[in-house]
């Protein structure tokens, strides 16, 4: 399986910390054959900092030391991502993370541009344990939210409630009219005026098996149901999703 190419400040948030683990097994491999590793083999990093602190570690210690070395590095970057409260996508600010009945959720991914709404939006997919597995967020019956932020100057609001119709069709896999009445309530909370910078949040939480709809971090009423958490998340993450981009995007990939 080809590794990661990106370095982890590159990478940002998304998973640094598996793709820590990935690239510091191949640099394991490289050093396999060496008794003594040699400094020009952290040129693998192209991270300075993480260049800087191999190197150091290199000049005194053997390979028996490479576990400290892992642990040092994992460190310097969960410490590194921690301090860091917001992160940007194609030039917009969003949080790290949103906090949801005393809970932190976490940025999984994000992007924008998609083809699958009127005007432009930046969305962000926020979990309470990060992953890449579409079909395990999907399935799993823990707290996790939708980020919607409108980017665009305006948004035609019949637009937004017909694609929000198209999207359930087209990704939902059973018998959409079952959820059609849930459906309406959720479209409901689109009504009214919508302009730049407003934000929705779509929450599910686990407590009362609900989604939570917020606009402009009011709660606008919630929708319960797993069945339909499930239908309204599959419109980025089920097997045929909106828009296949996206979907990478939010998981990270």
């Known amino acids: 399986m080809e590794l990661p190419t990106k370095t982890l400040q590159d990478y940002g948030l998304f998973h640094s910390y598996n793709t820590l683990i990935y690239k510091f097994i ?14 020009r083999d ?5 991270n300075i900092e993480i260049r800087r602190i191999l190197a150091k570690i290199i000049k005194y210690h053997t390979m ?8 040092l590095i994992l460190t310097f970057q969960i410490s590194t991502v921690t301090a860091q409260k917001t992160f940007t996508i194609d030039g917009v600010t969003i ?4 906090q949801f009945q005393s809970k932190a959720l976490s940025l999984n991914g994000g992007g924008g541009k998609s083809t699958m709404w009127p005007g432009t939006y930046l969305q962000a997919l ?35 409630l017909k694609a929000i119709d198209d999207n359930f069709k087209k990704t939902y896999p059973g018998n959409i009219e079952t959820l059609r009445p849930k ?4 479209k409901s909370y689109f009504m009214g005026e919508i302009s730049k910078r407003n934000t929705f949040k779509l929450v599910y ?17 919630k929708i319960p149901g ?15 999703p909106a828009d296949q981009k996206l979907k990478d995007q939010l998981l990270g990939k």
């Open 126 to 160: 926020y979990l309470s344990q990060l992953s890449q597995d579409s079909k395990y967020i999907l399935d799993s019956d823990s707290a996790m939210a939708m980020r919607i932020e409108v980017t665009s100057s305006t948004v035609s609001t019949p637009k937004l």
């Open 95 to 98: 949080p790290r993370t949103i």
């Open 64 to 71: 028996k030391n490479l576990l400290l070395l892992f642990t």
């Open 26 to 39: 191949k640099f394991i491999k490289i050093l396999k054959h060496k008794a003594f590793p040699e400094k």
């Open 205 to 221: 939480s686990p407590s009362d098996a609900s989604v939570w709809i917020y606009k402009n971090n009011q709660l606008k009423g």
């Open 226 to 240: 797993f069945e339909f958490k499930k239908a309204l998340f599959g419109i980025w993450l089920s097997k045929k």
């Open 42 to 46: 952290v040129n693998y990093f192209k």
């Open 183 to 186: 459906i309406e309530e959720f």
